[in-house]
């Protein structure tokens, strides 16, 4: 029935299940600034290939295969009116606000006309980025459940400037991206030097452990986890002995008086379905974002956005420019692009095998094993190829 609403019942994943990510929920597909009035634009997300195309200013996304033979429109897309996609094979036309067959040009009066659609993807463009619901549920959850706390919020400004991929699997990246101690791969980037930041290499938890000093959130909006490094001691340097030699691991950058204090009030976030929230960062007045968004079994989009508060135009034109010509090369090119080294290191230090096989956790490692536990319970159903319906055992590790 028109406008009836499909509830269908959610059961959670396993983390290592989650080869292509959690389904049912809002990924961003791309940058605003990526997607031009009436141009098409294929992505896989989740390991479904979707076609994406603005119209009248609104951004609209299909399935990206004729549902007659499987063809991809992207391969050649054709488009007679600015609201139809084309299939270049046998001319099957959809309507792309709804994914609706309209026309059949070998069989103008074809039951299937009005009667088949193709997968219509909800779309939210808020804060210049393109976000896109995969999933089963109508109407979606709001995106304001699968985004951080504040990202939409209208007093700050939001510029979004990294859309790379990265050739590792979203949950190596994820993983990474809430542990305190992959600091150690950052100790001689040249944003450090650039800034002129003490940075620590190491992140010990002063009292008890990682597992109970981070903070859960998981109620009502985003469900997430807050770390603990305004409890930690941060390690600017580290000796040791190895067969009678001495070695010794340092921060690039020697520490002032400030430097423990000025680490600890950094807070690191990670929110479901992928999201990591930093602030304040990279200076005071500022938060950063970045999305791990699977796209097949091994890369994922990582996004990158920066944000400060401000409603003032003149200021937002000013801190556009600012993203643009120094933050994104300092902030990634010269620090987070180091990310991306280091986890495809792991990608292919794993060599094929299952999830966490390869893996020998430590006393260190509460950070990462939190949030596996609480992706597994809350996330809204795993992504299988084709889209399969969100079903799973529901375990927990």
Not at 22 to 27: A, G, I, Q, V
Not at 41 to 58: S, W, Y
Not at 152 to 165: E, G, H, I, R, S
Not at 257 to 275: C, K, N, Q, R, T
């Amino acid at each position: 029935m028109d406008g009836e609403q499909i509830a269908p019942t959610l059961t959670p994943g396993k983390y290592d299940d989650a080869v292509l990510g959690f389904r049912n929920h809002w990924y961003p597909a791309m940058l605003s600034t990526e997607i031009a009035e009436e141009q098409i634009v294929a992505r896989t997300l989740l390991g479904e290939d979707i076609l994406f195309k603005r119209v009248d200013g609104l951004v609209y996304a299909v399935a990206d295969r004729c549902l007659h033979r499987g063809f991809k429109f992207s391969t050649k897309p054709e488009c007679f009116t600015k609201n139809s996609i084309t299939c270049w094979l046998h001319a099957f036309t959809y309507n792309l606000r709804n994914g609706e067959l309209v026309a059949i040009p070998s069989a103008p009066d074809s039951r299937l006309i009005g009667k088949r659609a193709l997968h219509a993807y909800p779309i939210r463009e808020v804060n210049g980025m393109v976000f896109t619901f995969v999933g089963d549920i109508s109407p979606p959850p709001p995106l304001d459940d699968d985004v951080p706390p504040g990202f939409l919020d209208p007093d700050w400004y939001t510029v979004p400037a990294v859309d790379v991929l990265s050739d590792c699997n979203w949950r190596l990246a994820a993983d990474s991206g809430f542990d305190p101690n992959h600091i150690f791969i950052h100790k001689d980037d040249a944003f450090l030097a650039a800034l002129d930041r003490p940075f620590p290499i190491a992140n010990r938890i002063r009292h008890g452990d990682s597992f109970h000093e981070i903070e859960e959130r998981t109620g009502d909006g985003p469900k997430g986890l807050i770390d603990a490094l305004g409890k930690a001691e941060p390690v600017f340097e580290f000796e040791f002995e190895c067969d009678g030699e001495k070695g010794r691991m340092a921060s690039k950058i020697p520490p002032n008086d400030m430097a423990h204090l000025a680490y600890g009030s950094i807070e690191g976030s990670i929110w479901l379905p992928g999201v990591l929230k930093v602030a304040p960062w990279p200076v005071l007045g500022m938060a950063h974002y970045e999305w791990y968004v699977p796209v097949n079994e091994k890369q994922h989009r990582y996004f990158i956005a920066w944000s400060k508060p401000t409603t003032d135009a003149a200021e937002k034109a000013a801190f556009h420019d600012e993203v643009i010509n120094k933050w994104k090369p300092l902030g990634f090119d010269d620090f987070n692009a180091t990310d991306l080294v280091a986890n495809l290191g792991v990608e292919q230090g794993m060599e094929g095998q299952p999830y966490r096989s390869a893996e020998n956790l430590y006393e260190g490692d509460g950070y990462t094993l939190v949030w596996r536990r609480l992706a597994s319970k809350y996330n809204r159903g795993l992504q299988t190829r084709r889209g399969a319906k969100a079903s799973s055992t529901g375990e927990c590790l």
